[in-house]
Structure formats: C-alpha cells, structure tokens
C-alpha cells in the first residue's frame, strides 16, 4: 500500500483546509485509516481514525471541528479540517493499518507529510 498526502498549506484562524491521502495497492486489505500530525518540537499525535466498519473517533482537541472519510471509488481518504486554531500547525500525516491473523500482526503504512500552518 502506498499513500500520497496533499493539501496542506497556509490559512488563517478560522479557516479551511481539506487532506486528501491517495491510496494504491491493496487498499482493500486495510482494516483502519488513520491521520497523525506533528508539530514543531513535539512527538507525532494521533489526531482522527476511521475503521472500516465506518466508526470515527478523534483527538479531544479536534473534536467537532475535523471529520475524516473515504472515498472508495477515488481511492482516497481525506481529513476535512474547519475552524482551524494556530496550535493545528504541524505536518499532517495520513496512516493505514492492516491487521494479519498471525505475528508480526500490525502493518502500518505512512504517506508523506503535508504541512499545515495557521497564522493568528
């Protein structure tokens, strides 16, 4: 599986930015999505995940403000982010997981990172 990340770049407060994370490969073998982002000086956080059977779930701090999906038919999972705060600043990293029946049981694939900045 590869992964090619997009759509980062510069907004203010308050603004809108949409990743888009463009799978090829064996897409149908992932069992969760992922995106993760890192910001300047701190360790990469885990910040929305989509499982396969269609649960979300997200960080605290992007709560009710971010919303991760997939497109089946574009081969793609983006991460719509709205409302954006300067602390969202980092490199945005989309993520797939495969989980095997037997050791080493977790795949996990990366795509490059794609940078957000937002200016106050």
């Known amino acids: 599986v590869q992964l090619q990340a997009s759509g980062g770049g510069l907004v203010q407060a308050g603004g809108s930015l949409r990743l888009s994370c463009a799978v090829s490969?064996?897409?149908?073998?992932?069992?969760?999505w992922a995106w993760y982002r890192q910001a300047p000086g701190h360790q990469r956080e885990w910040v929305a995940t989509?499982?396969?059977?269609?649960?979300?779930n997200y960080i605290d701090a992007v709560t009710g403000r971010f919303a991760i999906s997939r497109d089946t038919v574009r081969n793609t999972v983006s991460l719509q982010m709205n409302n954006l705060k300067p602390e969202d600043t980092a490199v945005y990293y989309c993520?797939?997981?495969?989980?095997?029946?037997?050791?080493?049981?977790?795949?996990?694939?990366w795509g490059q990172g794609t940078l957000v900045t937002v200016s106050s």
């Open positions: 993520n797939a997981l495969f989980i095997a029946t037997k050791a080493p049981y977790e795949h996990n694939y």
């Open positions: 490969g064996s897409a149908s073998s992932i069992d969760v």
């Open positions: 989509l499982t396969n059977s269609g649960d979300t």
